[in-house]
């Protein structure tokens, strides 16, 4: 019998419990109770994904999927359990460098397992005790019987289901697990309740388990034989595997398997392998980078994963996904790196034909209804006449990853790098790193000083044409004129001259952007020209949501390659891809990793040596808040389009009705937030006034954490409710303020904390929203439509001082 109760593994919670507090941006936690056992928290913790493949790790485990519980009772020092624990992080064949293969062969061995990669979501199955089991997603428990709602109940469900169909318990079950301290992990593949990209056939349908882990820090996970037997006693579905000797045989057994995509006469998204860590490796590695960041003797898994079709078939949904959520059907809202396949961009002109003629087949596709219908309907018609034709056609010129055709790369002369960015993305700082490894021209929007900025910066861009093949328009190019200017500048080159965008996308929450935008310019301090953090009146955010509001997105004919930055990424993944870029296009050869770094600390010790000053008297002094408010990281639109679209879900029409005349009205609030005190409310709420504004006098100001509970309406508005607010990391001073904020927070506003999601229409004041959640939660009827419980929704935002 196993052991549930380790100070190793109690030791382990503990540096993540420190680490949370120190670099809350790094780890952070949320507690659940399990609807079978309210009495008992458990908390589930979650790592920041962009940083798993740093050497050294900063985490103290690879784990992902992990579910701890605090005990009351402790022995020997023993503070935590762990009671869920999934597989170590584990990447895709080349993604890192101790998944190529020369790494795999050099520091593991025999047996190699390779099993088959489910399409689904991944489920979790433990023992919370003897008796009880918990049934989790990757970071969340259901919600009981709401199978519904969120994939852990969902994966509960079946799991019911299976106890039926095999004449066993839940209490059964549990004690298995409980002896063993095992975690089971599972995919659950159901296509009534949400489609990935393959399809799923009833017998298919249900939970796949493909893993049993211990419950323990370190990765130790089951032999197949076990898994197979194990899925075969509880009524789970067998995952295939096949086991080779030799890296060779896998990679010569995949290389196969990935010529036609499919495996045993069905399709395939991939293959996992599973292995172990060797100790010593059996070969030394001449590139210490290669070595894997996982301990000797520890599980070790890799992905293979194929392009054809499952990746094509991922990118049809994407982009679907992508025209969906634009105002205007074009096709130029498509990343050109999703349109190197002809039968991408024929899908994609297809697909925009199909939402016009009968947008109502769309509705629920964003909530993973439609997904492989609509594939279907696209297979059939490319497989007739007309569709054989347009492929034909489509496959003349084959693009590159960029989406450029061989005929575009040559027609070209001199090259225009435009950045599409927001302030703070840190386009300046890879413009600077590029013009130091190339010898580009390099100019500066900030840096004229002229009465007319914008053509004395156009004339600046063509002046360095001049000298240079390759010149960077350094300016946020957020505008269509500003694309246009440029192109217009150089109609007259003869080769063209080419525009190629380094765009940074603005693909997530407005507010998210906001907040990575905002936090870099207050780290730069005063190393700008013009916008520097404002501690005080926060101008330099305004200016940030000026942007932000303003932008347009890039058209297709706008440019002629576009290279996808991430705001996400550190500076020397940043710069990476757009050397990628500038290698690949332009054609250049490729700096050292020793000039590249060289290149990166010039741009981090980079000045500028313009300054521009203003009389404090011409200063115009920012406006003061009307109201504090929690900037909610959430997107609207998306979030009700898969509340209301939700799979299984019965929604009422008077809401559907509402939110489709918001959507299509454009009603729906591009900036949520969560209003905390208004200055109305003065006379009143004085002391929560203060301590908002104490919060936004901070540098940057604690980070918020919060549960968006109900979805509440009438005929005229649509709300949603706020719970359990908290503050996501303790330690420092800043932090401190969150707590205390949180902590005093009266019951009477908890109560009505609320995000307004949209009006009818220009008549109904915001400030409805109000009074529809206040009247909701004391049970009044009159003036309340309805409502819905949202599950597994949780934000994060900041409190701010705001205007308008």
């Known amino acids: 019998m196993a052991s549930q109760y380790s100070k190793e593994d109690s030791d382990l919670i ?38 798993y493949n740093n050497i050294p790790c900063p985490f103290p485990t690879l784990a992902r999927g992990l579910f701890t519980e605090e005990l009351e009772d402790q022995v020997d020092g023993v503070k935590h359990r762990i009671v869920v624990r999934g597989y170590d992080k584990f990447f895709n064949i080349g993604e890192v460098p101790w998944t190529k293969w020369s790494s795999i062969e050099s520091h593991t061995a025999s047996p190699y397992t390779v099993t088959l990669k489910s399409n689904g979501c991944i489920i979790f199955i433990a023992a919370l005790t003897p008796t009880k089991l918990i049934v989790t997603s990757k970071h969340s428990v259901g919600a009981g019987n709401d199978a519904a709602k969120s994939h852990a109940s969902r994966g509960e469900w079946w799991l ?9 318990t839940e209490e059964q079950l549990a004690d298995v697990l409980w002896k063993n301290n095992w975690t089971a992990a599972a995919e659950l593949c159901d296509d009534e309740f949400e489609e990935h990209v393959l399809a799923y056939s009833p ?14 820090k370190a990765f130790t996970t089951m032999p197949p034989d076990v898994v197979t037997s194990f899925a075969r006693d509880w009524g789970f579905i067998e995952t295939a595997y096949t086991t080779f000797e030799t890296v060779k045989e896998v990679k010569e057994f995949t290389d196969n398997i990935g010529n036609t995509g499919s495996w045993n006469g069905e399709a395939v998204e991939g293959f996992v392998v599973r292995t172990h860590v060797t100790e010593p490796p059996t070969e030394k590695s001449d590139q210490p980078a290669s070595l894997s960041p ?10 293979v994963k194929f392009d054809e079709p499952y990746m094509m078939y991922r990118d049809w949904r994407e982009v679907t996904k992508t025209l969906l959520s634009k105002k205007s059907l074009d096709a130029g809202s498509v990343s050109r790196a999703k349109m190197k396949r002809p039968e991408t961009r024929l899908y994609v002109r297809w697909v925009i034909e199909e939402i016009k003629r009968d947008p109502k087949k769309f509705e629920v596709f964003n909530a993973g209804r439609g997904i492989i219908a609509t594939r279907e309907r696209f297979l059939e018609w490319m497989r007739g006449d007309k569709g054989k034709v347009r492929l034909q056609t489509e496959t003349a010129e084959k693009p590159d990853e960029y989406g450029l055709t ?31 490894l ?16 914008a053509p004395a910066f156009i004339r600046s861009v063509v002046n360095l044409l001049k000298n240079h093949d390759v010149v960077i328009a350094d300016k946020n190019n957020h505008l269509k004129q500003h694309r246009d200017q440029l192109r217009e500048a150089t109609k007259l080159y003869d080769p063209p001259v080419r525009l190629m965008a380094l765009i940074w996308p603005l693909d997530q929450p407005l507010a998210t952007i906001h907040r990575i935008c905002g936090d870099r310019i207050y780290k730069r301090g005063e190393n700008h020209q013009a916008l520097r953090a404002d501690t005080l009146g926060k101008t330099h955010e305004d200016v940030i949501w000026q942007f932000l509001q303003n932008a347009e997105e890039l058209g297709e004919e706008e440019v002629d390659v576009s290279v996808e930055m991430s705001l996400e990424d550190t500076p020397e993944q940043a710069l990476n891809r757009s050397v990628d870029a500038c290698v690949k296009v332009l054609g250049l050869p490729r700096p050292t990793p020793e000039k590249i770094e060289e290149a990166l600390q010039v741009a981090k010790a980079y000045a500028p040596t313009v300054k521009k000053t203003e009389k404090e008297k011409a200063k115009k002094a920012p406006a003061a808040p009307r109201y504090f408010g929690l900037l909610a990281e959430v997107d609207c639109q998306r979030l009700l389009g898969q509340i209301l679209d939700s799979p299984g879900a019965d929604v009422p029409e008077s809401v559907v009705k509402l939110y489709t005349t918001m959507r299509d009205q454009n009603r729906i609030t591009k900036r949520p937030h969560i209003t905390i005190v208004h200055s109305k409310s003065l006379s009143t709420e004085s002391e929560l006034w203060e301590r908002c504004m104490n919060i936004h006098r901070l540098p940057t100001g604690p980070l918020f954490d919060f549960k968006l509970g109900d979805l509440v309406w009438n ?23 969150g707590h205390e904020f949180v902590s005093k927070l009266p019951h009477e506003v908890r109560d009505r904390l609320h995000i307004t999601v949209g009006t009818r229409d220009r008549d109904v004041a915001p400030v409805e929203a109000k009074t529809l959640v206040e009247k909701w939660r004391k049970g009044e009827q009159e003036g309340v439509l309805g409502s819905i419980p949202l599950q597994e929704a949780r934000v994060q935002g900041r409190v701010k001082g705001l205007a308008s």
């Open 14 to 51: 503990e540096e993540l419990v420190q680490l949370s507090k120190k670099s809350p941006k790094l780890v952070k936690s949320t507690v659940y109770q399990p609807p079978a056992q309210p009495d008992v928290k458990v908390r589930s913790w979650k790592m920041n994904e962009y940083k």
């Open 160 to 168: 019911r289901k299976q106890f039926e169909k095999i004449g066993k």
């Open 203 to 216: 017998e298919k349908t249900g939970l796949h388990l493909h893993g049993i882990n211990e419950c323990a």
């Open 294 to 303: 996982y301990p000797p003797g520890s599980s070790f898994f890799f992905k």
């Open 406 to 436: 061989e005929k575009e790369n040559k027609k070209f002369g001199k090259t225009i790098i435009v950045p599409i960015a927001v302030p703070g993305s840190g386009k300046t700082a890879i413009a600077v790193a590029l013009a130091h």
């Open 438 to 453: 190339f010898g580009f021209g390099h100019t500066q929007s900030d840096d004229i000083q002229a009465r007319k900025p």
């Open 715 to 737: 005929d005229r508005i649509i709300a949603v409710t706020v719970e359990n607010l908290q503050v996501i990391s303790e330690g420092d001073a800043e932090q401190q303020e």
